[in-house]
C-alpha cells in the first residue's frame, strides 16, 4: 500500500484509503513510517525536514512552567493516593474531615491529611526554589516523590 506524509498537516495517508491527500504529500515507504512511529513511541517527535519528508527528532525542552505542571501532577497524584489507600476518595475529602467532631478517628485523619499536605507542599515548593537559585540540581519525579514528608498520625 501506498503511504504519503504530509509536512502541512504532520500525517500520513494511504493512498486509496484516504480521499483527501494534501497536495505537499511525499512518499513515504512502510518500514520508514513503522521506524518513525518506533521512534515516536521512545519519546521522539515526527516533524518535517526541509525538503517535507518526515524525520524524528528529540523534542524541545520543557518549559519551566511546563516541569512545574509534571511535577505537581505527580506531587497531587500521591496525596490522593495515600489518601485512597486509608479509604477516602482524595486527599480533599479526607482534609475536610477536620473540622467535623462527630467521629473522632475521621477528625483525627483528617487532621493528619491537613498538616501532612501542607507540609508535602512546602517541602515541594522549597525545592524548587533550591533548583531556581542553582543550590540543588533538578530531580528526578520519582526522587522528589521518595523525599517527600510522611503521613504520621492516620
Not at 78 to 86: I, K
Amino acid at each position: 500500500m501506498e503511504i504519503k506524509y504530509s509536512a502541512k498537516t504532520g500525517g500520513f495517508y494511504y493512498v486509496g484509503v484516504n480521499l483527501d491527500i494534501p497536495d505537499d504529500a511525499v512518499d513515504v515507504t512502510p518500514a520508514e513510517k513503522e521506524r518513525l512511529l518506533q521512534l515516536e513511541l521512545s519519546g521522539k517527535i515526527i516533524r518535517p525536514n526541509k525538503d517535507g519528508y518526515p524525520e524524528a527528532v528529540d523534542p524541545p525542552p520543557m518549559t519551566i512552567e511546563q516541569e512545574k505542571l509534571v511535577y505537581s501532577r505527580a506531587v497531587q497524584e500521591r496525596l490522593d493516593s495515600v489518601a485512597v489507600e486509608h479509604g477516602y476518595d482524595d486527599i480533599k475529602t479526607a482534609v475536610s474531615y477536620a473540622d467535623e467532631p462527630a467521629v473522632p478517628k475521621f477528625q483525627r485523619d483528617g487532621k493528619a491529611f491537613r498538616a501532612w499536605r501542607s507540609l508535602v507542599w512546602a517541602y515541594v515548593y522549597e525545592q524548587l526554589d533550591l533548583v531556581l537559585s542553582g543550590k540543588r540540581q533538578k530531580p528526578g519525579v520519582d526522587q522528589l516523590l521518595a523525599e517527600l514528608p510522611l503521613l504520621s498520625g492516620v
